[in-house]
C-alpha cells in the first residue's frame, strides 16, 4: 500500500472518501523581494505601502510588506496541489489578516480538514499562514471534491 | 465628487470622514498566461490545471485556467490602491469562487461601500469580479480607515 | 502506515533504504511562450533560434523552440522534488538532446531508478523527457541520497 | 581572429570549417535571487534548498542555493549564442555537478573546442562553469554544425 501511495500520480488528488477529520498538508517558501515586484506586476497592486520604501517608513509597518493575496495564495497552493489536491474545485475561502509579513520571511501555510461532507462531496478545512509561531492569515475554504 | 477622485495624490486614500455608502472603484484586466505562468511562480502553485493542457482537457474546464486568487488579487488592488486606497488596512476577505477564469478573459473587480463604521473606524466592502456579465468571484472585505 | 506516508513532509525525500529499482516520477507541464521569454532572460540565452521568429522560419525547426536545458530543468525538478526529493544531492546528469520542442508542447518529464549502490550512498537514474510518444531528451543522472 | 569575431553577426555562428581546437568563449553572470525565483516558475521546481531559507540553514548548504540547471544553461548560452553560436545544434550536454552557486555569486561558463570531426560536422566542447577559481560544474558537449 506504501508503494502504491509513493507512486501515486500527483496529477491526482485525494477522493472524498480518502480524506478524513484532522488530515494536515503544508507549502512553507521565504517570500523574497522579487516575489513582491512580480505578484505586484500581475496584480496590478502598486500600493506604495508594497513597492515604495520611503513611504512604507511612514507607515505602521515601518518597512515593505508583502500583498497579503501573495500569503494568502500559499493556501491555494496546498489545497490545489497537495490537499485535496488537483480535481478538487475551490468553493469558498474566508481570509483575517492578523500581522504584516516582509520580504525575508519564511511562510507556513497550513491546511487541516475540519468537517467532510459527503452527500455533497464537501471537505471544509482550516487554513493558517504563520511567520515562525505568529499567525499572519487565519481563516476557513471549503472544496468540492471527487468520489470514487 | 468624481473630479475630486480622479486628482487625489495616489498615494493618500480616503479618510474614514470621506466615505459614504454607495461609493464604486473598479480594476479591469486581460488575464494572459504570461499571468499564470507568474503567478505560479510566486504562489509554487503548479497545479496541472493551471500549468498541463493536456491534464486541463481532460477536466471539466476543458482547458488551462487561471489561479483563483490571482483573480481574487485584483480585488485587493482596488482596495489597496483605490477605494479606500493607500492607509487602510485590510482585516478581511471572504472569497466565493462561482466560475473559472480562462487566459484571454478580461476580468472586472469592482468594490462598493456597503457600511460605514465611523466609531470603529471601518469599512464594509462588496467585492465583485466579472467577465462580461457573469459573476466569477463574489465576497465582502472589511477594511480599517484612518480618520482626519 | 498509508495515512503516515500521506503526511510525509515534502521537503523530506526519500532515503537510500527507501529505494528500489523500477520507482519511478513525472512532472508533466505545457510550456509556452512566456516560459521561453522568462528562461531567455534568466539564463542570457536569446539565440535568434529561441527568439527570433523570422530567423527561425529560416531553419529546419521552421519555427522558434524552446532551450533545451530549460525542458532538461523538468529533469531535474522531478528529481530535486520527488524522487528522491529534497535532500538528495545532485552529482551528474547526461542529455541528449533528440528533438526540437515548441511553445505549445506538453513535456513529461520521467525519473526511473535504474540501479542502488548502497555503500556510496548513490543512485542512478534514467531521465527522459518526452512530448506525447517522441523522447526529446534521453540521459542518466548520479544522486546522492542521505542514509538513514 | 578575435577582431573578427567582435563583429561577426550575432545571429550567424561558426561554420565547421571556421574552428579549431583551443577556441574558446565565455558568458559570466552574476545570479541573483531574483533569477532563482524566475527559473523555479519556469521549471516548477520549488524544491525547499532554493525557496526556503530556514530549511536550507539545516542543510550542509547554511543557505539556499542556486539551482543546478540554472547555472548549466550558461554554457548552453555560450553554445548557442556563441561558439559555435546560431545555426549549431545541441548534441547532447554532460554535467558533473562540484560545488554549490549562491544567490550573489558570479559565474564564468567557459567553453573550449576539444575536437573537430568534420566528417560528421560535429565538434566536441569542454564546458566548465567556475565561481572565481572554483569549479562549480564541468563536462562536455557535442554539437553539430553546418559546413559552409
Known amino acids: 500500500m506504501d508503494d502504491i501511495h509513493r507512486f501515486r500520480d500527483d496529477s491526482v488528488g485525494y477522493c472524498i472518501e480518502d480524506l478524513s477529520v484532522g488530515m494536515s498538508a503544508v507549502y512553507a517558501r521565504t517570500v523574497t523581494e522579487t516575489d513582491i ?5 500581475v496584480s496590478g497592486d502598486s ?6 520604501e520611503l513611504y512604507a517608513r511612514g507607515t505602521i509597518f515601518k518597512t515593505r ?3 497579503g493575496m501573495l500569503t494568502a495564495s500559499f493556501l491555494s497552493t496546498v489545497i490545489g496541489s497537495k490537499l485535496p ?3 478538487s474545485i475551490y ?6 489578516f492578523r500581522a504584516p509579513v516582509r520580504a525575508g520571511d519564511t511562510v507556513e501555510a497550513r491546511i487541516t480538514v475540519t468537517e467532510i461532507i459527503p452527500e ?10 504563520r511567520v515562525g509561531d505568529k499567525v499572519v492569515i487565519e481563516g476557513d475554504a471549503l472544496v468540492m471534491v471527487p468520489g470514487r
Open 37 to 41: 515586484v512580480l505578484f505586484s506586476g
Open 47 to 52: 500600493n506604495p505601502v508594497h513597492m515604495n
Open 65 to 67: 510588506i508583502v500583498h
Open 85 to 87: 489536491g488537483p480535481g
Open 91 to 96: 468553493l469558498s475561502q474566508n481570509l483575517r
Open 120 to 129: 455533497k462531496n464537501r471537505v471544509a478545512l482550516k487554513t493558517v499562514c
